[in-house]
C-alpha cells in the first residue's frame, strides 16, 4: 500500500518525527554509556529512565528505553551483558544451521527454518525498538522454543517418534 512506501521511504529522513527522535534518544544513550559503558545502569525502565534524564538532549528528556535492542542491552547491563546476547544469538544461529545441514528434510529442517527467520526479523526490528519492552514473554518464548528446536534437531526422527 501506499502508506507502507511512504513510511519505508521515511526511514532516513532526518525530518521525519519518528526518525529524529531514535536518533536523539540513541545520542543520549551513547552520553550515558560513557560513563556507565562497563557494568550498565541496571535492569529495567525505571533504571533507564532515572539516569537516562541526566543524558537526555532537550528534545527528548523522557524516554521509555534506547529504541535499539543492542543499545538498551548495553545500557542495562553493560558490555559483558551486551556480549551474552551476541553469544546467545550467535550459538543459537550455529546450532540451527549445524542441524538444518545435517538433516536438509523433515519437520525439524522447516521448524528451524522457521524459528530463524523470526529471530532474524526480532533483530531487524531491535536496529530501531527494544524489542524486549513490550513483548518480554513472546521473545522468551521463541528463543525457548528455538533452542528446544535445536536440541530436537540433533536427534534421528526415529528417535523422537520412539520417546
Known amino acids: 500500500p501506499a502508506s507502507v512506501w511512504e513510511r519505508v521511504k521515511s526511514i532516513g529522513n532526518f525530518a521525519d518525527t519518528s526518525t529524529a527522535y531514535r ?40 524516554a521509555p528505553h534506547a529504541h535499539n535492542l543492542m543499545l538498551q542491552t548495553m545500557c542495562e547491563t553493560g558490555v559483558l551483558g551486551l556480549l551474552c546476547l551476541i553469544l546467545m544469538f550467535v550459538f543459537l544461529f550455529r546450532t540451527a544451521h549445524t542441524n538444518v545441514r545435517r538433516q536438509p528434510h523433515g519437520r525439524q529442517y522447516w521448524l ?27 521473545c522468551i518464548m521463541m528463543i525457548s522454543l528455538g533452542a528446544m528446536t535445536v536440541n530436537i534437531g540433533q536427534y534421528p526422527e526415529k528417535e523422537i517418534q520412539n520417546v
Open 23 to 62: 536518533v536523539n534518544i540513541w545520542k543520549g544513550c551513547l552520553a550515558m554509556l560513557s560513563r556507565y559503558w562497563w557494568v550498565g545502569v541496571g535492569i529495567g525502565d525505571t533504571a533507564f529512565r532515572s539516569i537516562y534524564e541526566g543524558f537526555a538532549l532537550k528534545t527528548v528528556e523522557n
Open 112 to 138: 528451524i527454518t522457521a524459528l530463524s527467520a523470526a529471530w532474524i526479523g526480532l533483530l531487524v526490528q531491535g536496529m530501531t525498538d527494544f524489542i524486549f519492552y513490550n513483548n518480554n514473554l513472546f
